[in-house]
């Protein structure tokens, strides 16, 4: 598995100077296993991504998108995603996991672009869309490439309600874990959830200081994702969901004081790649 970050932006995209070298684009992730791609979140980083797909000539007949929820900056990138404008293609939106508030998906996006705020609605698009809302995660995965693949989503605090995935394939394990809120105490469930994970994506918008004034936004800050990382025992942790007011300059110094305490930790940067490596 390998998995590049498309957007690492929280809450809205920046186009300043000062912050391109974390990058200005909000949530999109991209996971690639043999040359089959799965997407999770269409924040604006997924016009890249779209363009990117469209540039190798990526052909995959159906492409996935999982939602961790649908605020803004987890879905304002969909409208701009050249493969959704493709009859040929088959794309899924699919929201994961149990206690799911959305009653109707489809109409999330239907919404979305209606012609109040977007030119072109969704039945125009073009592509050949499916909208699934599945509680059992790991049923639908198992198969793709004949791999045996272990999805499993948790709902977490955030408001509104947001899911985390734990995705484990050919022995390797990443969890990513955004716009969470902890509370007074690290969430014990999350812990589990990240448990042994080669790769932790976490929330990490906000210093502690800030964190105190920003009680109720659905966010954690750095410590409490190191802690997170700490108390599961995962080999890498990369941070992201960085907050719009975060520049380059303050983000380089935060990732060298989360490196003195874990090594492994890194600031997500837009257009960076992990490997999650192959069995062993
Ligand atoms: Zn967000
Ligand atoms: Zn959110």
Redesign the pocket.
């Known amino acids: 598995m390998k998995l590049k970050f498309y957007g690492t932006r929280g809450s809205i995209p920046v186009c300043d100077a000062g912050f391109q070298q974390f990058g200005g684009n909000t949530t999109c992730l991209q996971i690639t296993d043999t040359n089959q791609i799965a997407i999770i979140d269409a924040g604006t980083g997924l016009r890249n991504l779209g363009r990117d797909l469209l540039a190798i000539g990526h052909k995959q007949e159906q492409i996935r998108i999982a939602f961790t929820?649908f605020?803004w900056?987890?879905i304002q990138g969909f409208p701009f995603f050249a493969p959704a404008y493709d009859p040929k293609q088959k794309i899924t939106l699919l929201t994961l996991g149990r206690d799911q508030t959305i009653s109707n998906l489809r109409e999330i996006f239907e919404v979305q672009m209606q012609a109040e705020y977007f030119p072109v609605q969704l039945d125009h698009m073009g592509a050949n869309f499916e909208f699934l809302q599945i509680a059992d995660a790991t049923e639908h995965f198992t198969g793709i490439n004949n791999v045996e693949t272990i999805v499993t989503a948790q709902r977490h605090n955030?408001?509104?309600g947001?899911y985390s995935f734990r995705i484990e394939r050919n022995g390797r394990v990443l969890v990513v874990c955004i716009?969470v809120e902890h509370g007074e105490q690290i969430d014990p469930r999350l812990v589990k959830l990240a448990r042994g994970a080669d790769l932790l994506v976490h929330d990490a918008q906000y210093t502690a200081e800030e964190l105190q004034k920003r009680r109720g936004w659905?966010h954690s800050s750095f410590d409490q994702a190191m802690q997170v990382a700490e108390m599961a025992g995962v080999k890498r942790l990369a941070l992201t969901h960085h907050d719009p007011d975060h520049d380059d300059e303050f983000l380089e110094r935060i990732e060298k004081l989360c490196q003195e305490r874990f090594p492994n930790a890194v600031l997500a940067r837009e257009g960076m790649e992990i490997s999650i490596g192959e069995a062993t």
């Open positions: 929820h605020h900056d987890h955030h408001p509104g947001a716009d659905g």
